[in-house]
Structure formats: structure tokens, C-alpha cells
């Protein structure tokens, strides 16, 4: 019996010493790859004999460090953004004119990129809201009630209207394409929209649109907007996906109208996404299809994107310059926004009484209203800030929670 337990003893001794031995080796590995990487930095003139020595026994270390930097390096490139030139931005926007005359069923998927001219940011840019969120930096909560439909909005509006394109799949919830005058069962909103909330209680669910941002109360898992529908008295809620939710509501995400488009299409022209979240949505690509059936793909972005292999062409230059020039190209007049004919106005549920203390953002003024408002230009001074209204809740939360484990 006393044989067995110092066998014991000596096993938790020797366990012990293990982990201590684990916890040494792991401790000379972390300085020895600190002292190697300071020596690579210089250059090889520089180097002791020492140090050249020291890189020599440890060749492992080096090859990984050199990995690393290659990583780094490749990482730093696909977010810097490119510009073509004149010549070639006009000449590349005459192969997507030429190829979009002979699509019969032409498809535009829309990402942040074609809204930055709304003064909206965007989320992987160089000044967007995720890689401020990276950087440790401040996004304010801000309302973006007076963003306007930009030219990129209304041109799609209008190459909808001429029917060269017959669908638009979007991941902003900014509400811009129905402001626009899209119809809605040409667009499909993925990710939602900021200006509607609905009753999950009706059947089928009932929408009502409003003149305002409904998500100030909600966030990630927490869609109650604290007003409550005017049929049925249940509580209403907003149709924001955020980053790590699966979105499952009928309209406005329209996943049906999206995935129906895609099987049709034979071009798709992507404008102002980076496709790092779409890409993931199989049934917008139709990969199963041999190559040579699948639609052509154009890419319109600033930065890197990961179909950019698989485009048949891909534009650096801003949304609203290169749909400028497709416009000129097509040969068709650009609209310009007009308030008056805002469906959202004739769209939108007013509140009730009770109501009318349920938010404090800002509302949506009428086109009548308009007539005798001066604008302010004292209102535009505003804190040097990253602003992004629903923007970020989600990323943010799913940080803390990885850094929690």
C-alpha cells in the first residue's frame, strides 16, 4: 500500500516538473524567435559573426518568421486601395457597357462602397467602420437619416427601368435603394433595413416602414424596437442581420428573389463590396456549374476581393465615376435624386400618439415640409469621428466575447 502511493507521489512530482520543463522550453522559444526576428531586421552587413551563427542554428525559426512577414506583407496589399488610370478606367467601362447591352439577365449585388458618397462609411476601407473597430479606435453611434440616394443609386434605379438589369441583391441597410425607387420585388436587402420593422406575431409578418432609423434600441440577439403593431398589439421588431446572426425574415432580405436571380443571371457586375461576407452565400455563385456556365462576373472595388480570380473583369475606381461612365457608354440619363418622388413618404406608417416618445431620431422630412427650411451650415461641424449608426454592434461584441475565452 505505501509502495503504491509514493508511486503516486512520484508521478504528480513528475507531472509537475513536465509542465515546468514545457513552461521553460515555451519561454526560450518566445525569446529566442524575439531575438532572431530583431536580427533579421538588419541588414546582413551588419550582422556579428555571432548573430550570423545564431540565425544559422536556428533555420526553423527564421523560415517561420519569414512566413509571418510574407502574411503580413500579402494581408497589407489586399487592403490598399488601387486606382486605374483615365485611359484604362474608360476603356474597361466600355467591356462592362458592351457586355451588359448583351446580357439577357443581368444581376447587381451592392455592398457599403456605393453609399461613402451618402457620407455613409463604409466597413473594410481604409477609413471604415471595422478597421477603425481593428485599430482599437471609437465608433460613435450617429443617425444617417440624412444620407440621400447617391448617383450609383439612381443609375441603378434607372438600368433597372430600361430593363438591362433585372435584379439588385444588397447587403446595406442604409434603405437607399427603396428611396432610390427601386421596386421592391426587384431588390432583395440581406442584411436588412434600417427604415423598417415588422410583426413576426401577423401571418404572414406585417411590415411597417417608417420615416426614421427604428434600430436606436436594438443590437445583436435584441430586435425589439418597443413599439408594438397596429393590428395585432404585439411588440415590433427590426430586420437588422448583424455580423454572427442568420437572417430569416421573408422581406426585406428577399432571399428567395436573390437566389431566383442568380440561377438566372448570366452577368453579375458587383459594386462597392469586398465580397468577404457574400462569397459566403453559395447560392448567389453558382459554383456548381461548369466554368463556362456560370455568369460572367464584373468587379467593381477599391481593394482586393476574393473573386477576384473568377471575374471576368475587375475595375479599380469609385462606384459613382465608373457608373457615370457606363451611363455614357450606355447612352442613358442619369435621374437625379428628387424628394418629392421618395416612395419612402408615401410608403411610411405614421406613429400613433403614444408613440411619438418611443425614439429620438431624426425623422424624415416631408417634401411639403421642405419648402421653408433654410439649410444650416453651422450643423455640419461634428467630432472627427468614425460615426456608423447599427454599424460595428455585433463585431464588437463577438470581440469580447473571443477574448473572454
Known sequence: METQTENTVLSRAERKAQEKAKLIQKETQRKTVKLVARILKKSECERTEEECALLQGHQDTVQELDKRQIRRNMLKRKQEEMFDDADDLRTKVKQLAEAMRQAQHAVIYTGAGISTAASIPDYRGPN???????????????????????????????????????????????????????????????????????????????????????????AL????????????????????????????????????????????????????????????????????????????LYIVNLQWTPKDELATLKIHGKCDDVMRLLMEQLDIEIPTYNRTEDPIFSLATPLRPDEEHSHTRKMLVPPAALVDSAPNSSSKTEENVIKGGWFGRGYTKARKKRKAT
Open 128 to 218: 471604415g467602420v471595422w478597421t477603425q473597430l481593428q485599430k482599437g479606435r471609437t465608433v460613435a453611434a450617429s443617425d444617417l437619416s440624412d444620407a440621400e440616394p447617391t448617383l450609383t443609386h439612381m443609375c441603378i434605379q434607372m438600368l433597372h427601368k430600361v430593363r438591362i438589369v433585372q435584379h439588385v441583391v444588397s447587403q446595406n441597410c442604409d434603405g437607399l435603394h427603396l428611396r432610390s425607387g427601386l421596386p421592391r420585388h426587384a431588390l432583395s436587402e440581406l442584411h436588412g433595413n434600417m427604415f423598417i420593422e415588422v410583426c413576426l406575431s401577423c401571418s404572414p409578418a406585417r411590415e411597417v416602414i417608417r420615416m426614421f432609423d427604428v434600430t436606436e434600441r436594438t
Open 221 to 296: 440577439h435584441r430586435h425589439g424596437t418597443g413599439r408594438k403593431c397596429p393590428h395585432c398589439g404585439r411588440e415590433l421588431r427590426d430586420t437588422i442581420v448583424h455580423f454572427g446572426e442568420r437572417g430569416t425574415l421573408e422581406q426585406p432580405l428577399n432571399w428567395k428573389g436573390a437566389a431566383e436571380a442568380a440561377q438566372q443571371a448570366d452577368l453579375i457586375l458587383c459594386l462597392g463590396s469586398s465580397l468577404k461576407v457574400l462569397k459566403k452565400y453559395a447560392c448567389l455563385w453558382c459554383m456548381k456549374r461548369p466554368a463556362a456556365k456560370r455568369p460572367k
